[in-house]
């Protein structure tokens, strides 16, 4: 074999060899590229949701406790029907309703955030049996606000309303108030206000502790997707010491969101409370929310309240149209 013979192989394998490896780094980084993007478009769905879920089961949380050890939640029952709402003004929605009005918010919020991880499901790269385990875990949430009489569709349209188009971001506090003072925008949550109140009141007990559950399941699938650490101990443990004593409605608590202005109703920091975990409801017995009393109404929704206490809020409500 010639030198030109050599050399014309030489050029032709060393060619190859160079296309060969081209075409494999130019693979492997449009892989990488692909796998950077399903992976910062699950960040995006699944860390708002693990956020929002978290925020939600804090809140209801504060009512909960109080409601065990009061019977009521003073700071939400500022109404006896959503109606009420209409012509409030933004004192109202930011001073005496500010309890009542940023619980539906943020449950509006969760929804949306909800709906737009369901409907993006396809597209979001989960690992191992996830992508099974989300929607199941999504669905019974669903399912557990729907035993709240907040049935999914109407879920679904209130989680629309919580968001801005067509930017798509999530309307914030101020903004959503101003939805509730329209009656015709209202009417749409009335079913979760609704709620609100009777859970206020101290009605819907069982129905309440359902939501906290499924919310705390959801929450514990999501910290462990996400490598991250236990939210509901960090959201509950985010909190600003507050004084021994403090009455309902006052104190120094915050947190993040609309959540921590409102926590203070729900005793001091310190006690119990340190040791709240993944999942578990702060200061409350293993079964947070006793069994109706001796003659339970067959309707759960806000049956007859006993008179007012001293720390309690208006009249009994009348009862919800949609029972």
């Not at 108030?177 to 101290?202: K, M, N, S």
Request: net charge neutral; aromatic share 6%.
């Amino acid at each position: 074999m010639d030198a030109l013979s050599v050399t014309l192989i030489s050029a032709v394998t060393s060619g190859a060899i160079s296309l060969t490896l081209a075409w494999v780094s130019g693979r492997q980084q449009r892989r990488d590229s692909e796998r950077v993007q399903r992976e910062t478009r699950t960040m995006a769905y699944l860390n708002p949701l693990r956020w929002h879920t978290a925020e939600v089961h804090h809140r209801l949380s504060l009512y909960a406790t109080s409601v065990e050890r009061d019977g009521c939640y003073p700071p939400a029952q500022v109404l006896a029907d959503p109606r009420e709402m209409e012509g409030k003004g933004a004192d109202w929605f930011a001073g005496k309703g500010v309890a009542l009005g940023s619980s539906v918010w943020m449950t509006a919020c969760l929804f949306a955030q909800m709906t737009r991880t369901r409907h993006d499901l396809p597209f979001l790269r989960l690992a191992g049996n996830d992508d099974t385990r989300l929607p199941g875990l999504l669905q019974k949430v669903h399912a557990a606000f729907a035993a709240c009489e907040i049935y999914y569709a109407t879920q679904s349209s209130i989680g629309t309303d919580a968001l801005l188009e067509p930017e798509g971001r999530l309307r914030s506090y101020r903004e959503f108030c101003d939805l509730l003072a329209e009656p015709d925008r209202r009417v749409w949550a009335d079913p979760v206000t609704w709620f609100l109140i009777a859970v206020a009141h101290g009605e819907r007990r069982p129905a309440l502790q359902r939501v906290l559950d499924a919310l705390s399941e959801l929450s514990a699938f999501l910290d462990d997707s996400l490598a991250g650490g236990a939210s509901l101990r960090a959201r509950h443990g985010a909190e600003i010491h507050r004084p021994r004593g403090g009455s309902h409605g006052t104190g120094t608590g915050t947190g993040a969101g609309a959540g921590g202005d409102l926590d203070a109703t729900a005793g001091a920091s310190s006690g119990p409370d340190a040791g709240v975990g993944r999942g578990r409801v702060p200061s409350l017995s293993p079964h947070p929310i006793p069994a109706p009393g001796p003659d339970p109404s067959p309707d759960p929704v806000l049956r007859p309240i006993p008179a007012p206490g001293p720390n309690s809020g208006p009249d009994p409500v009348p009862r919800s149209p949609y029972s």
